[in-house]
T-cell receptor, first 111, second 113 residues
Framework: DQQVKQNSPSLSVQEGRISILNCDYT??????FLWYKKYPAEGPTFLISISSIKDKNEDGRFTVFLNKSAKHLSLHIVPSQPGDSAVYFCAARDNNNDMRFGAGTRLTVKP | KAGVTQTPRYLIKTRGQQVTLSCSPI?????VSWYQQTPGQGLQFLFEYFSETQRNKGNFPGRFSGRQFSNSRSEMNVSTLELGDSALYLC????????????FGPGTRLTVT
């Protein structure tokens, strides 16, 4: 069951522009959301998170927005840099500490 | 502080064989989770261990099993390998199950022929 969905398998943006990665979820019991970045041959690394009691969290160039009514979250990267090219996974955790991941979106930032 | 280590990094097995993968968590971390990553499926949760006890198990057949040792190191075993078991197996550690952030190892790339 795909409780966390990333419907765009890939995204390509120009360096300096904004990258927007989207994620939808179906389980209303999720109370914490995370984004991970994964480079080839490496494990995912934690990027940014947001609690369900917030609608925005910002960390440098990275901002995560949460729309609970739409069960949708997005990751904004501004400005995008070539080093941001990676696969981004959206993840959600429920109050039983069960974590679910999306299928990932491959971001390519072109110089 | 050393990160999560997984051995081996690459493995080739044939159908019907069994395989054991190892994970050493970050020092001080007591919770270890295992995930399977396949193209298009993202990361799928296999199981989570804490204090040598399996806390959670994902929707995988009984051929997939695991254990955790007193030093928090964990192993997962897959018996009677199938072609569809070819995947990247990732281990993640956290201080305890209540920790939201997990730290992943580099993974073990398993190829079943």
């Amino acid at each position: 069951d795909q409780q966390v969905k990333q419907n765009s398998p890939s995204l390509s943006v120009q360096e300096g522009r904004i990258s927007i990665l989207n994620c939808d979820y179906t389980n209303s019991m999720f109370d914490y959301f995370l984004w991970y970045k994964k480079y080839p041959a490496e494990g995912p690394t934690f990027l940014i998170s947001i609690s369900s009691i917030k609608d925005k969290n910002e960390d440098g160039r990275f901002t995560v927005f949460l729309n609970k009514s739409a069960k949708h979250l997005s990751l904004h990267i501004v400005p995008s840099q070539p080093g941001d090219s990676a696969v981004y996974f959206c993840a959600a955790r429920d109050n039983n500490n069960d974590m679910r991941f999306g299928a990932g979106t491959r971001l390519t930032v072109k110089p | 502080k050393a990160g999560v280590t997984q051995t081996p990094r690459y493995l080739i097995k044939t159908r019907g064989q069994q395989v054991t993968l190892s994970c050493s968590p970050i020092s001080g971390h007591r919770s270890v989770s295992w995930y399977q990553q396949t193209p298009g499926q993202g990361l799928q949760f296999l199981f989570e261990y804490f204090s040598e006890t399996q806390r959670n198990k994902g929707n995988f057949p009984g051929r997939f099993s695991g254990r955790q040792f007193s030093n928090s190191r964990s192993e997962m075993n897959v018996s009677t390998l199938e072609l569809g078991d070819s995947a990247l197996y990732l281990c993640a550690s956290s201080f305890d199950p209540r920790s939201y952030e997990q730290y992943f190892g580099p993974g073990t790339r398993l190829t079943v022929t």
